[in-house]
């Protein structure tokens, strides 16, 4: 292992004190409304850049331009920027109203109080059989908005139990991105770390509906919903939703929510083809935020890591733990550590999988257990963090639908991940080897 500098992680505190530190100043000791709207996260993250540029002067400034642009060119950074776009255009084919349609028709079917339940159960489907949680948040988002708005609940509570759904796929799913870099990185088996991941994911899983549900229950709602809708707009969201179970490419399925969202829009009368294309430029254009934190992310990490940022993070944490249980909270610790860092579970799986298989190895931990740690982890701490992929793809779905709300309004209500923790630490604790050795 290449020797770490502790000092190169400088741009990560940055941009927590910038991002965190004035949000938290303006919305609570300066008590501005809606303070956190006021912090710019790009402008936090160029600030961060900025810090990163300035450090290893060893190094000129056209060669830290290489190195950027070679981390921003990785792979799963531009499937998530084209995600994000498709996702932009397919929000902007459909429109509100389309959202609208489903959820009214969601609520004429099911009693009003059960809603929220179904979107977290519906998450936890689409997002096992796309693998992606992105895909499932940005599908699933809007209907979560509407049935809000319909029902009374809060809207915070709606959008972050599709978030939670779309992390336990992410977590268990067999072509989920976390679960090839786990196991590939490891050597094991898919079937053998889904064996781990289940028994560890189902009690939160469980938990989490049963908390949800003793909330619906104390929520006073509207009650039940009758409002007219347009049974044809229902229809592109049920083709990306049989596409997500059926687990079509999620390029695919959001391609045809666009070509039959701009179909039906169209045939019925509710748009013109003008309309149509400027709604897919100012869905495409809502994205823009999340596609350059994206970019701005890749090329800080990218920096970091060619200083020895994460070198000096995976060390403290080889040095600090000791002992099987110790070995494996080590991981635990590291993949979240790195996630917290790269804000991409992906990125930090990939790049925590070295060390932690030579951890592995020290402690006399299965490749399979080792897989499953860095998995649940990484998708654990990509759930909460107010700046991943996921959560700001749901605030920017909800924005683009003409509503408003912040992380900070969701990450309390994110039950899911929180409880995947307190199910991870039960596992650890206890030794449960399911699998065997």
């Not at 560890?200 to 919903?225: D, H, K, M, Y």
């Amino acid at each position: 292992m290449k020797k770490g500098k502790g000092i190169a992680l400088l741009p990560i505190g940055v941009f927590l004190v910038l991002y965190l530190g004035l949000g938290i100043l303006f919305e609570y000791v300066m008590e501005i409304p809606m303070g956190f709207y006021n912090v710019p996260i790009v402008v936090a993250f160029l600030a961060a850049i900025l810090v990163a540029c300035l450090q290893n002067r060893s190094l000129d400034f056209d060669k830290k331009l290489e190195i950027m642009a070679q981390g921003v060119g990785d792979k799963n950074i531009i499937t998530m920027l084209l995600i994000f776009l498709a996702a932009g255009s397919f929000v902007g084919v459909v429109g509100r109203s389309s959202a609208e349609s489903v959820a009214y028709c969601m609520l004429s079917l099911i009693p009003a109080r059960f809603s929220v339940s179904v979107l977290f159960i519906v998450a936890c489907f689409v997002s096992v059989a796309m693998g992606t949680s992105v895909g499932t948040i940005t599908l699933l988002t809007p209907i979560a908005a509407a049935v809000s708005t319909a029902s009374g609940f809060d809207l915070a509570f709606c959008v972050a139990s599709v978030m939670g759904g779309a992390m336990f796929g992410d977590n268990l799913s067999f072509i989920s991105d976390t679960t090839i870099a786990a196991c590939n990185g490891q050597g094991c088996e898919m079937k053998d770390k889904f064996r781990e991941n289940f028994w560890i994911a189902l009690p939160a899983a469980v938990a989490t509906l049963i908390l949800i549900l003793i909330l619906s229950f104390q929520t006073e709602i509207q009650g039940r919903v009758i409002q007219p809708y347009h049974l044809t707009q229902v229809i592109p969201y049920v083709l990306v939703l049989i596409g997500g179970i059926v687990g079509i490419n999620v390029f695919v399925v959001l391609l045809t929510g666009i070509v039959s969202g701009a179909f039906i829009m169209l045939i019925g009368g509710h748009t013109t083809p003008v309309e149509i294309l400027k709604n897919m430029g100012s869905g495409v254009s809502g994205m823009f935020e999340t596609c350059m934190v994206a970019i701005l992310v890749a090329a800080m990490c990218a920096l970091i890591r060619e200083y020895g940022g994460f070198d000096a993070l995976l060390g403290w944490i080889h040095k600090i733990f000791r002992g099987k249980k110790g070995g494996q909270l080590g991981m635990g610790l590291l993949v979240g550590t790195m996630d917290i860092a790269t804000a991409n579970n992906t990125v930090a799986i990939v790049m925590a999988n070295p060390i932690a298989k030579e951890m592995a190895e020290e402690y006399g931990i299965t490749p399979r257990k080792t897989a499953s740690i860095l998995d649940t982890f990484s998708c654990v701490f990509q759930g909460v963090i107010p700046y991943g992929a996921q959560m700001l793809v749901a605030i920017s779905a909800v924005n683009e639908l003409g509503g408003e709300i912040s992380a900070f309004q969701i990450m309390p209500k994110l039950f899911y991940p929180m409880l995947l923790l307190f199910s991870s630490l039960i596992t650890i604790m206890r030794g449960s080897d399911r699998t065997g050795t």
